[in-house]
Antibody, heavy 121, light 106 residues
């Protein structure tokens, strides 16, 4: 079955970086984009960006453009999201999500369980 | 970014009720709208896409409607398992979510 398994919770100091992984299985890795969505405690969902798992091309939300990087390793079917210059507002659950393979239907049909990142001095 | 406005923010209903959540886009998004269900401590789950198409495995008591700027998610015969927060999402460009509607049982 389709699985997106994320790395464990992280604790960082303000100004540091964090790299979260999302290991996929159960489908053809290169056939689906992967998105990252975050959710601060008690808040709604915020889209961060996507990576084309085949080509490696990316597109980021303007809010994160200058401090997020999404990469992938096709040999392990894993996607990574690195966020730099962390501050307390970045404390949140970070989800990876698979985009539907149907090009016109850009919805997220499978999700990881989430990785909580805590930023505190 | 295109903001999506959901209402109400919280909804309390009885088991068996029909409930409706609305979502409004600031400009037309045709039918590029999805609905997700999120239970506490869990990842979101896709319910509906293209405004009205039920994702595989989703109970038929869920339905979606609308086009352009006005959309609705309806839950017929509300069940205890439906207690969750529901989000609309537009995927015209780029992706944005509504602020969520928490559904509670009276």
């Amino acid at each position: 079955q389709i699985q997106l398994v994320q790395s464990g919770a992280e604790v960082r100091r303000p100004g540091a970086s964090v790299k979260v992984s999302c290991k996929t299985s159960g489908y053809t890795f290169t056939a689906h984009y992967i998105h990252w969505v975050r959710q601060a405690p008690g808040q709604g969902l915020e889209w961060m960006g996507w990576i084309n798992s085949d080509s490696g091309s990316t597109d980021y939300a303007p809010k994160f453009q200058d401090r997020v990087s999404m990469t992938r390793d096709t040999s392990t079917s894993t996607v990574y999201m690195e966020l730099s210059r962390l501050n307390s507002n970045d404390s949140a659950m970070y989800f990876c999500a698979r985009q539907s393979a149907v090009l016109s239907v850009k919805v997220f049909d499978s999700w990881g369980l989430g990785t909580f990142v805590s930023v505190s001095s | 970014d295109m903001p999506m406005t959901q209402s109400p923010s919280t909804l309390s209903a009885s088991i068996g009720d029909r409930v409706t959540i609305t979502c409004r886009a600031s400009e037309s998004i045709s039918t590029w709208l999805a609905w997700y269900q999120q239970k506490p401590g869990k990842a979101p789950r896709l319910l509906i896409y293209e405004a009205s198409i039920l994702q595989s495995g989703v109970p038929s008591r869920f339905s979606g409607s609308g086009s352009g700027t006005e959309f609705a998610l309806t839950i017929n015969n509300l069940q205890p398992d439906d207690v969750a927060t529901y989000y609309c999402q537009q995927y015209n460009s780029p992706w944005t979510f509504g602020q969520g509607t928490k559904v509670e049982v009276k």
